[in-house]
T-cell receptor
Framework: GDSVTQMEGPVTLSEEAFLTINCTYTATGYPSLFWYVQYPGEGLQLLLKATKADDKGSNKGFEATYRKETTSFHLEKGSVQVSDSAVYFCALISNFGNEKLTFGTGTRLTIIP | NAGVMQNPRHLVRRRGQEARLRCSPMKGHSHVYWYRQLPEEGLKFMVYLQKENIIDESGMPKERFSAEFPKEGPSILRIQQVVRGDSAAYFC???????????FGPGTRLTVT
């Protein structure tokens, strides 16, 4: 079945540091890939997505590239801010008429000033 | 345009009671998904509904859990005879169609004592 494995947390970085959160997946066919972010006490918000190989999703300074050869979708940001502190979830939807999201376990990120 | 609404935000039930969780999708959205997040785990798909129809309930426990999305009114996730293992955050998401972008509500945190 489909599965997503992401870097375990928690991750603590200083402000302006470079961020990478690793995500790899297993899926049949060619899934669409997502990163969601969950701020304290809130629901999940879609951060970025990519629907085919070599696509790069980007938003708010975050980027992730769909790498079919390594089945990866790592999240990166060049210079993190305190406001980026949140839990980040990698997820996929298989494209065989399956609408359900399959999530990783989430990575808690804390940015210290 | 209001987002996905869930209520209550927090619900405490004693073992054996019933829990009823409500989800109002975004305006214009006719697809609703329920996910459960157990402590320290990622979100797990439970059920996918369209108006008056259950499309996919492959993630629902076979007993005590049911879901509906009537023609009028919110979607309801119902848990009968709750047990401590039902304690979790339950998230609802909605979309305008089945093509991937799901918008999440803030979740209902169920505690069974």
């Amino acid at each position: 079945g489909d599965s997503v494995t992401q870097m375990e947390g928690p991750v603590t970085l200083s402000e302006e540091a470079f961020l990478t959160i690793n995500c790899t997946y297993t899926a049949t066919g060619y899934p669409s890939l997502f990163w969601y972010v969950q701020y304290p006490g809130e629901g999940l918000q879609l951060l970025l997505k990519a629907t085919k190989a070599d696509d790069k999703g980007s938003n708010k300074g975050f980027e992730a590239t769909y790498r079919k050869e390594t089945t990866s979708f790592h999240l990166e940001k060049g210079s993190v801010q305190v406001s980026d502190s949140a839990v980040y979830f990698c997820a996929l939807i298989s494209n065989f008429g399956n609408e359900k999201l399959t999530f990783g376990t989430g990575t808690r990120l804390t940015i210290i000033p | 345009n209001a987002g996905v609404m869930q209520n209550p935000r927090h619900l405490v039930r004693r073992r054996g009671q019933e829990a009823r969780l409500r989800c109002s999708p975004m305006k214009g959205h006719s697809h609703v998904y329920w996910y459960r997040q157990l402590p320290e785990e990622g979100l797990k798909f439970m059920v996918y509904l369209q108006k008056e129809n259950i499309i996919d309930e492959s993630g629902m426990p076979k007993e005590r859990f049911s879901a509906e999305f009537p023609k009028e009114g919110p979607s309801i996730l119902r848990i009968q005879q709750v047990v401590r293992g039902d304690s979790a955050a339950y998230f609802c998401a909605s979309s305008a169609d089945s093509l991937y972008e799901q918008y999440f509500g803030p979740g209902t945190r169920l505690t069974v004592t």
